[in-house]
T-cell receptor
Framework: DVKVTQSSRYLVKRTGEKVFLECVQD?????MFWYRQDPGLGLRLIYFSYDVKMKEKGDIPEGYSVSREKKERFSLILESASTNQTSMYLC??????????????FGPGTRLTVL | KNEVEQSPQNLTAQEGEFITINCSYSVGISALHWLQQHPGGGIVSLFMLSSGKKKHGRLIATINIQEKHSSLHITASHPRDSAVYIC?????????????FGQGTILTVHP
């Protein structure tokens, strides 16, 4: 059974802390994505990666960075957490490039609260 | 970037009713995705379709490429269908499968 896992389902951090969200996929997918989901705003792309050590900014990259040292793992980093980063964070992966019809497989999500 | 609009934003139904959720997008695409998100967060892909109609159990998805419109239908709705339904379209001029998502339709089916 294909799977995308995320390191935590719920996370509570304090303002100013450095936060790491980990995502691992076991499907040998080239593409990996980090989204945040907020009520009324839908899913918004933060960063994505199309290969190891390759990354591109999405729509809302400010305050975030990412790391992809291995194909199966894509990490989202909040350098200095702020209360406006309280959100649901979802990781996804998909196979290959150039195909808009490639299905994205999602992780269960991490609900992050920044106090 | 492709703009994606869903309607309605909220939908309440009685068990057994026929349900329709609509999705419109602004730029021509090769395929459109329908996703389902249950309470708790997990998102699963229901359909990817590029033309015509697809059916899976009680779920039917249709797309009209010329009109840039897709619909998701649920026949004989059941309380377990309660979820958020999201449509997503590829971003124009992009590779790597980047998508633009609709805001989602919150469906509640009462017994």
């Amino acid at each position: 059974d294909v799977k995308v896992t995320q390191s935590s389902r719920y996370l509570v951090k304090r303002t100013g802390e450095k936060v790491f969200l980990e995502c691992v996929q076991d499907m040998d997918h080239e593409n990996m994505f980090w989204y945040r989901q907020d009520p009324g705003l839908g899913l918004r792309l933060i960063y994505f990666s199309y290969d190891v050590k390759m990354k591109e900014k999405g729509d809302i990259p400010e305050g975030y960075s990412v790391s992809r040292e291995k194909k199966e793992r894509f990490s989202l980093i909040l350098e200095s957490a702020s209360t406006n980063q309280t959100s649901m964070y979802l990781c996804a992966s998909s196979q290959g490039q150039g195909a808009s019809y490639n299905e994205q497989f999602f992780g269960p999500g991490t609900r992050l609260t920044v106090l | 970037k492709n703009e994606v609009e869903q309607s309605p934003q909220n939908l309440t139904a009685q068990e057994g009713e026929f349900i329709t959720i609509n999705c419109s997008y602004s730029v021509g695409i090769s395929a459109l995705h329908w996703l389902q998100q249950h309470p708790g967060g997990g998102i699963v892909s229901l359909f990817m379709l590029s033309s015509g109609k697809k059916k899976h159990g009680r779920l039917i998805a249709t797309i009209n490429i010329q009109e840039k419109h897709s619909s998701l239908h649920i026949t004989a709705s059941h309380p377990r269908d309660s979820a958020v339904y999201i449509c997503a379209a590829p971003r124009s001029g992009t590779s790597y499968g980047k998508l633009t998502f609709g805001q989602g339709t919150i469906l509640t089916v009462h017994p």
